[in-house]
């Protein structure tokens, strides 16, 4: 089978490129997102404590449908206009929850260059949130 491999990737240099450097990218986008992501457990117990509150970025039919207690929605491409609302828990850990994870990555960024030091994404987003069996209030 190594050889099968072997001359496989001898006969497909570009296939093999391509894979490696996908993969390699895919690896530094989840190390990356890493520092700034909490698991569900993590973001319920910030929660309790009354130490962060939860951004949901997704779109109002989203929201709607299905949301953690508590949660403010601001969709991802209204942040900028309405970021001002989260002014006054700027000295809170702001979760913020999108339909997977990824999409919160930007959101992230844009509340920490505003000054939200505590911005933090939830890893897996909403999906992960139900998967793990965890609350949500319908609207």
């Excluded at 072997?6 to 993969?23: D, K, Q, R, T, Y």
């Excluded at 002014?87 to 960024?109: E, I, Q």
């Excluded at 030091?117 to 998967?131: D, E, H, I, N, Y």
Aim: proline share 2%; aromatic share 6%; net charge positive.
């Amino acid at each position: 089978m190594f050889e099968q491999i072997i001359e496989f990737s001898l006969n497909h240099p570009l296939l093999v490129s391509a894979f490696v450097i996908l993969l390699v990218l895919v690896i530094f986008n989840e190390t990356r997102g890493a520092t700034t992501g909490v698991t569900t457990s993590e973001a319920v117990r910030l929660m309790n404590r009354d130490e962060a509150i939860a951004v949901d970025i997704r779109d109002r039919k989203d929201f709607a449908a299905g949301h953690i207690t508590g949660a403010i929605n601001i969709p991802l491409a209204n942040l900028d206009k309405r970021m001002d609302e989260l002014d006054k828990y700027k000295d809170k850990k702001v979760l913020v929850v999108c339909r997977m994870g990824n999409s919160a990555t930007l959101a992230v960024a844009k509340l920490q260059k505003a000054g939200y030091k505590g911005a933090l994404r939830l890893k897996g987003g909403m999906m992960q949130w139900q998967t793990d069996s965890m609350p949500v209030v319908k609207k």
